[in-house]
């Protein structure tokens, strides 16, 4: 099947600094990619639509300002914390859908974040 | 936000049948119902897809019941390697966006 991968797979920083997640879609083109959070225990929680060329659609409650989304080609999506917080430590997931005519999506291995 | 209903938890024999229901009474006539599964942290996993006719390929089997109100993942030979957390989506009215509910959290016993 079609693969996405994420980099880096885990990340710290300290307290005030921006991060970037690279997730891509080695196989297929992706002109919509999604990004996700996830907290210990809990179920992902979509937090915005990377659309290639134009703005990300964000998700209530999710502040723009704070995560970028950048999706400059149709392989690659970024997505930035900015000064990164404790609160912020989660497991970023992004995904890509299928170019096959149905919205199958497939998933990167998650990128780990803690801010220290 | 999440449609979809399932039992948080289950536990089956290694070897045995596993069989995970979801509720989806509000889906619409044309969406999908979607299964994937998250082994602990990595990400999702797809595992089927179904419409209305019951699917199945070398991962599982998706009984769909008539009126599409809910369906039913089979794993027919469960292993230790199915523990994960089970999720069914519906992308109805989401502009295609997954919203992931709680899903279950299937543990295969020895």
């Not at chain 1, 979509?46 to 999706?71: C, P, R, W």
């Not at chain 2, 390697?81 to 279950?104: E, H, K, L, P």
Request: one cysteine or more.
């Amino acid at each position: 099947g079609a693969v996405v991968s994420q980099h880096p797979s885990w990340v710290i920083c300290k307290s005030g600094t921006s991060v970037k997640i690279e997730c891509r879609s080695l196989d297929f083109q992706a002109t919509t990619m999604f990004w996700y959070r996830q907290f210990p225990k809990q179920s992902l929680m979509l937090m915005a639509t990377s659309n290639e060329g134009s703005k990300a659609t964000y998700e209530q409650g999710v502040e723009k300002d704070k995560f970028l989304i950048n999706h400059a080609s149709l392989t690659l999506s970024t997505l930035t914390v900015t000064s990164a917080h404790p609160e912020d430590s989660s497991f970023y997931i992004c995904s890509a859908p299928s170019t096959s005519g149905l919205w199958t999506q497939y998933f990167g291995p998650g990128t780990r974040l803690l801010v220290l | 936000d999440a449609k979809t209903t399932q039992p948080p938890s289950m536990d089956c024999a290694e070897g045995r049948a596993a069989n995970l229901p979801c509720n989806h009474s509000t889906i619409s006539g044309n969406e999908y119902v979607y299964w994937y599964r998250q082994i602990h942290s990595q990400g999702p996993q797809y595992i089927i897809h179904g419409l209305k006719n019951n699917e199945t390929n070398e991962m599982a089997s998706l009984i769909i019941t008539e009126d599409r109100k809910s369906s039913t993942l089979i794993l027919p030979h469960a292993t230790l390697r199915d523990t994960a957390v089970y999720y069914c989506i519906d992308t109805s009215n989401t502009g295609n966006q997954f919203y992931f509910g709680t899903g279950t959290s299937l543990t295969v016993i020895p």
